[in-house]
């Protein structure tokens, strides 16, 4: 399968906790995109990396970071978690144009 | 700043009848609208974008730059679109974030 993938599929945690998602796009996609999913806001866009750089910042929290590797996968790390962290993370890439393709999804549950 | 309206969260509607999912938009230029389908368990997909004007699955959604609506239609809903929709807003460079409503989650009613 040369889609998005992303792990773990699901991840249980505790408040105060960090972890980390990680993601890697599909073979020759440069952007890769991460969005969280939570019930009561939809789909928000956290961050954007480009060919290893960070291109665009949405409403991501000062506690969550996320970086891109030589190779291209990404990771998003989320620390000092908190209850309302939890949500399904996913993340996107493309090579260009707004067509994104999507990952499988992260789903976290802090308790 | 952009936005994606899907003022309908749920939508229930029997097989064999017409299926019609609003998505109203603001945005400042000439944006690329989509949308995208997750069923059930699965990753989101793309179902249509305007620019391509194609239909999928029986689904078409006609850009209208005056109403600021991206709205899609189905003349007869099949059981297997039952799924989470949801319209998303790209700018009009490419290679940014999409602005995705909250859904419209529809079910088929056999």
């Known amino acids: 399968d040369s889609g998005v993938t992303q792990t773990p599929k699901h991840l249980i945690t505790a408040t105060g906790q960090r972890v980390t998602l990680r993601c890697s796009p599909r073979?020759?996609?440069?952007?890769v995109y991460w969005y969280q999913q939570s019930l009561d806001q939809g789909l928000q866009f956290l961050i954007q990396y480009y060919n290893g750089e960070e291109r665009a910042k949405g409403n991501i929290l000062e506690r969550f970071s996320a970086q891109q590797f030589p190779d291209l996968h990404s990771e998003l790390n989320l620390s000092s978690l908190e209850l309302g962290d939890s949500a399904l993370y996913f993340c996107a890439s493309n090579r260009g144009g707004n067509e994104q393709f999507f990952g499988p999804g992260t789903r976290l549950t802090v308790l | 700043a952009q936005r994606v309206t899907q003022p309908e969260k749920l939508l229930s509607v029997f097989k064999g009848a017409p299926v019609e999912l609003k998505c109203n938009y603001s945005?400042?230029?000439?944006?690329?609208l989509f949308w995208y389908v997750q069923y059930s368990r699965q990753r989101l997909q793309l179902l249509l974008r305007h620019i391509s004007r194609e239909s999928i699955k029986g689904f078409t959604a006609d850009l209208n730059k005056g109403e600021t609506s991206f709205h899609l239609k189905k003349p007869f809903a099949q059981e297997e679109d039952s799924a989470m929709y949801y319209c998303?807003?790209?700018?009009?460079?490419?290679?940014?974030?999409?602005?995705f409503g909250t859904g419209t989650r529809l079910t088929i009613i056999p």
């Open positions: 945005y400042s230029g000439s944006p690329e």
């Open positions: 998303a807003l790209g700018g009009a460079f490419g290679n940014e974030k999409l602005t």
């Open positions: 073979s020759g996609d440069l952007s």
